[in-house]
């Protein structure tokens, strides 16, 4: 079946860095996709998503940006600070407040 | 409470015992999500509750699990004769749904260890 994906399972940035974590998708029927955050023995956390008919959507130091052309998300993390260490997923859905298909998800390690 | 909860939050089950897990969504919301993840890996999409409507049932991996929502409140996932395979944590999560927005809000999860 369709699903989303993610490119990388791991990545390392320095405090104060920009991050950023992509995301390939398969299902061009989905209208909206969604960032995750998930921090260690919690729960997944919303962060931002952003609608098919759209290519960026800028939130507080997170910015996403869909390219429907490649089938390509991506999450950027302004000044990345210790707290945004966690597992990143993304999700896409075919409508608002339909179910979520989520990909394998990215950790995101912040060296001090 | 203000948020998703589930109970229990670890349940430790003998290899085919039948076991139940609870959620509580937030109140007002139509839409009710159960998933699955794996140490490590990503979130499994299972049943999928919509106010009235029949449930998306389609991401069930066998008959020995099931699921029901009643009066469109709590939420009871059911896995009966589990198995070694069926050890993950188990999430729910509850939404405005209905082209309410997409934010779905998680609970803590049940950690199922199958011995």
């Known amino acids: ?76 993390i302004a000044a990345t600070q210790p707290g945004d260490s966690a597992v990143y997923f993304c999700a896409e859905t075919k409508s608002s407040g339909d179910k979520l298909t989520f990909g394998t998800g990215t950790r995101l390690a912040v060296r001090p | 409470g203000a948020g998703v909860s589930q109970s229990p939050s670890n349940k430790v089950t003998e290899k085919g015992k ?29 049943i999928y509750f919509q106010g009235n409507s029949a449930p998306d049932k389609s991401g069930l991996p066998s008959d020995r699990f099931s699921a029901e929502r009643t009066g469109g409140s709590v939420s009871t996932l059911t896995i009966q004769r589990t198995q070694q395979e069926d050890s993950a944590v188990y999430l729910c999560a509850s939404s405005l749904g209905g082209g309410y927005g997409t934010e779905a809000f998680f609970g803590q999860g049940t950690r199922l260890t199958v011995v």
């Open chain 2, 18 to 46: 039948d076991v139940e897990l609870r959620c509580d969504p937030i109140s007002g919301h139509t839409a009710l999500y159960w998933y699955r993840q794996s140490l490590g890996q990503g979130l499994e999409f299972l």
């Open chain 1, 1 to 76: 079946g369709e699903s989303v994906g993610l490119h990388l399972p791991t990545l390392s940035v320095q405090e104060g860095d920009n991050s950023i974590i992509n995301c390939a998708y398969s299902n061009s029927a989905s209208d909206y996709f969604i960032w995750y955050k998930q921090e260690s023995g919690k729960g997944p956390q919303f962060i931002i998503d952003i609608r098919s008919n759209m290519d960026k959507r800028q939130g507080q130091r997170v910015t996403v940006l869909l390219n429907k052309t490649v089938k390509h998300l991506s999450l950027q």
